[in-house]
């Protein structure tokens, strides 16, 4: 169900201290976008595949604010005493006294929070936490050796004699000669990220390399007058069938090539420190067709800048001086303006391919994005920023531990069938759910967080992930928009789009889903979570257009239905994700028939469903606040 009034068409302003949003600083800042698109703009999306279209929505005054209210205060109320006891309710199943304590008691470790123990049995979780020490060490050399490149480089620029400060036309020239035209610093991350891939993956390296090369190799028939429009096509089949034969291959074997090649699967020196690099393909994968798909568009876009290939230097100076003096784009733009062919080079492909600080995770950077921003790093990007951002990272990393030490739901979950979720009431058991829920967004989050801070540090901005907490999410189209959001943003680009959008919302939502699904792990348990969410967005979108708010904003029932809308989300969303990510269909077959099947599940799921509405008559004021403050997430 839709939010009960309309999104404004301002652009959040900038902010210069961590509160000048008052409570809506709470949530991560993202790049605020309008409501309006201009008919050019939709133009070029529209033929050349850059990008969703919008259409342009007018906007009503936001409602006075309500967090005074009588209504609030008996939310508050409400707040003060579930919120706690949902803590309290799991932290009572994990204390040595419970009768189930024993079914578990073997999964966890020594802590280090006031002698207690911690479970880190989440695998997932346990190698990022393992390994945090050393990705640490990692970032700070690559920062180290990052800065002194760019200083070496602009100490090596030669100035005009006659200028105190390099002008873009020298700088130009210089790059030119010296790093033939590559964009800065492709040079040095290449050099890295070899150097640290052959560390990752050992001799599975050159692997990884040849099917680079195809695939650039494919993105080249875009310049071809006879074969440019198969790009897209056997861009998607070449890089799906590399996905599935990575999984029943495990990643190739040379000793299947050459038995003599055998001691390169086997040598320790050979493995890597993770030497089943294929299962970090999926994310490599992504920008392969980031890649071929912006060049495909580059080499048809309309203008005469990208569909030539400059030959000449002279030719070559005039476009690099104009990039190097052309303003910083913003968030959209730096996405979906193309750029001159020759920025499409095998060596700039390889550098955004294996770009260390996203290399293992993401977020998912475009192409076109990571180009831009060599040329242009982010003018948001300041020592401010940094610094707020470090200490989110840090709270962020502190609430995982304390929850780790104090609530065991994961080892709980995993200990089912050994009589760990024995004898547990409705409401314990969808305690033990929601919490693990926690954990999965913490444990995707804190991960996220820090290889982002890695690129912010390295004057890349990547997209936010997971810009709302788990608990602060009642749309099932903002939920998708929010979790993942750089790789919503890049289903949209290069997959949502070119279906058909909007046009075949149901076709093309399926297709996305199922893709999803298949590209996080080809397992039935994940397809069925993709088909399931498919399901579940239908509803909201039916009633977005029955009860649409451009018609019945202004009734004082409406805010009302939509809560009643966002509970049935929350429910649903709640059972998708503890299928894909949690407890599976038998578990979530069991946890629901413990709560429909008896009195004492029905009159929690009443009482569970009025709390729920509660939270999201919060969750829309919450919304209402950030608009009061000209601030557009969309989710």
Known sequence: MARPSHDPTSPSPPS??????????????????????????RSASTTT?????????????????????????????????????????????????????????????????????????????????????????????????STTYNL??????????????????????????????????????????????????????????????????????????????????????????????N?????????????????????????????????????????????????????????GEAQTIRSTEEEKLELLTQKLSAPPLNDRTRVT????????????????????????????????????????PP?????????????????????????????????IKDEARSGAWSGESPFELSMIGF?????????????????????????IDPPENMVRCMANNYSTLGFWRSWHRSYNLWCIRYLYVPIGGAKRALIATLTVFTFVALWHDLSLKLLTWGWVITVFVLPEMVGMKVLSAQKYAHHRWYRHVCALGGVLNVHMMMTANLIGFAIGTEGMKYMWSRMIESWQGVRFITLASACLFVAVQVMFEYREEEKRRGIRRRC
């Open 16 to 41: 210069d201290s961590f509160f000048s949003n008052g409570i809506t600083s709470l949530t991560v800042d993202i790049p605020s976008q309008s409501n309006t698109t201009t008919s050019s703009a």
């Open 49 to 145: 595949g850059n990008g969703p279209t919008s259409t342009p929505r007018t906007s009503t005054p936001t409602s006075p604010p309500r967090w005074n209210t009588t209504e609030f205060y008996f939310y508050y109320a409400g707040f003060a005493f579930v919120v706690p006891y949902m803590a309290y309710t799991v932290i009572n199943l994990s204390r040595p006294s419970h009768p189930n304590y024993h079914t578990f008691a073997h999964r966890l470790s020594n802590g280090w929070i006031l002698g207690w123990k911690i479970d880190n049995s989440d695998h997932q979780w346990y190698k990022f936490r393992t390994n945090l020490p050393l990705l640490t060490g990692v970032m700070l050399i690559w920062l180290a050796l």
């Open 379 to 411: 003018s948001t990007i300041s020592r401010k920023m940094l610094l707020g951002y470090i200490v989110r990272f840090v709270a962020c990393l502190l609430t995982m531990e304390l929850v780790l030490h104090s609530m065991y739901v994961v080892a």
């Open 152 to 245: 070496i480089a602009r100490l090596a620029t030669p100035s005009p004699t006659d200028s105190p400060s390099p002008t873009p036309a020298s700088e130009a020239r210089s790059h030119l000669t010296s790093s033939t035209s590559l964009p800065p610093r492709v040079p040095f991350i290449i050099f890295f990220a070899l150097i640290l891939l052959f560390g990752l993956h050992g001799m599975s390296l050159p692997k990884m390399l040849i099917i680079l090369w195809f695939n650039y190799r494919i993105a080249r028939l875009a310049t071809s007058p006879t074969l440019s429009k198969s790009v897209p096509w056997l861009t998607w089949a070449f890089n799906l069938a590399i996905l599935f034969s």
């Open 337 to 376: 303006k193309s750029h001159p062919l020759s920025d499409y080079s095998f060596m700039t492909y390889l550098a955004y391919a294996f770009y260390p600080p996203l290399y293992l995770a993401g977020p998912i950077l475009t192409y076109n994005s990571f180009v831009s921003q060599l040329y242009h």
């Open 247 to 303: 999984e029943v291959n495990e990643g190739y074997q040379w000793a299947n090539l050459s038995p003599s090649l055998q001691q390169w699967d086997q040598a320790k020196w050979a493995q890597g420190i993770l030497p089943r690099w294929h299962i970090n393909w999926n994310i490599t994968m992504l920008r392969l067709i980031s890649f071929n798909m912006d060049y495909y568009w580059a080499a048809n876009v309309a203008s």
């Open 435 to 459: 919490w693990n829920l926690i954990v999965v967004w913490l444990k995707l989050l804190i991960p996220w967080r820090f290889f982002r801070l890695w690129a912010l540090l390295d004057s």
